[in-house]
């Protein structure tokens, strides 16, 4: 803890304060400017709409994807791949002293983590903000922002941002059960992939599975309460199963034989002790603290406002989309500061589509634009020229 407070005492330079001071200035102008923008608009009977809105409903939120949608949608999947994968191969290169000298193993590697899984992040963010809001514009631009947060945790970026596309999947499915049970199986198969790679990602779990109950809430009222009972014990129970046969591949090279080992009580004490090495290892991570401070916040401080929007839009207008983005804002940021891992981008970036495409929706989109482009440019300055040069 003395070497987190010996570094942020590096942030009392007066270039930094001015900096923080002003972008701090910014941010709450810009969400000021929203909150004018969404009020009712003079001669208009928008305040009636406010007053006696509908009773709360998540059927038929989720927007599709378009035709349209394919190409912005692969732009970010590669500018995402080759701003992680540039990074990746200049800090091979200074490591080993050239690319030829790379062994095949780390090679392989940073391809898995730097290449595949940022464009997975990338895409599936993309998905997400187009579910959430039906913008394309507003979609596009948020997908670019887990790709320029090279400071995060590939692995759980992208656990957590494909299980949230199926979650958002299985709270807007309709009154029905049975359809909705693929998406909330393969959420939690996502969920424990994260978790099998990185121990922090089992924080978000426990978001998720606040946010399947709320679903549930929400869903299944007069007539199919016990839909709600059913939904939870699904979402646990393919977790444990995926958790299951996550670890196989590594007891049977551990020795064990397969198929017994399936009912040995060694080879699920031998998961459980995992597990529990896995709890015991989350903790703030001093380093992590630090970066986040350092480079991280303008995002961070950006999509908290963002989260908190979405959930004033819930209250004052009924637009359900608060119901999903303020829990699992808050889920990432406790995975952050209890587990030392970020994927905060994913839910930053979720929170701030719902901003940009509600100001589309009002006629103002330069302010989105406006928004979106002083964004991108503080982290091109903070991540990318900070990282690679």
Known sequence: MADLFSRLGRLGRWYDLALLAAALALVVWYFAAWARAMRPRGGTLEWIAMHDRPALSLAGRRFPMERGDALPMAAACAFAAAAWGFAAARTLADHYGGGSAVPAEAAVYAAVTSGVLPALTAGCVYLLGKNLTGSTRAAALCALLPALDLTASAEASAACALASVFLWRFMTAGEGFGASCPDLLLAAA?????????????????????????????????????????????????????????????????????????????????????????????????????????????????????????????????????????????AAAAMWALGGSCALSVFCAASLCFVWASLERRGRRGLAAMGAGCLILMLLVLYVLSWLF
């Open 190 to 330: 996502a969920l424990a992939a994260g978790c099998y790679f990185d121990p922090a990602v089992m924080i978000f779990a426990a978001g998720a599975l606040l946010l399947v109950l709320l679903a549930g809430v929400c869903r299944f009222r007069s007539g199919a309460r016990g839909h709600t009972a059913a939904s939870l014990l699904v979402f646990l129970a393919a977790l444990a199963v995926c958790t299951l046969l996550l670890h196989l591949p590594a007891a049977v090279i551990g020795g064990m034989a397969f198929p017994a080992l399936l009912i040995s009580p060694a080879y699920y004490e031998a998961v459980l002790a995992r597990l529990l090495a896995d709890v015991r290892s989350l903790g703030p991570d001093p380093a992590a603290l630090f970066w986040l401070l350092r480079a991280d916040w303008p995002l961070a401080l950006s999509g908290l406002f963002a989260s908190v929007c979405a959930l004033a839009a819930l209250f004052r207008r009924g637009e359900p989309q608060g119901i999903f983005l303020f829990p699992a804002f808050a």
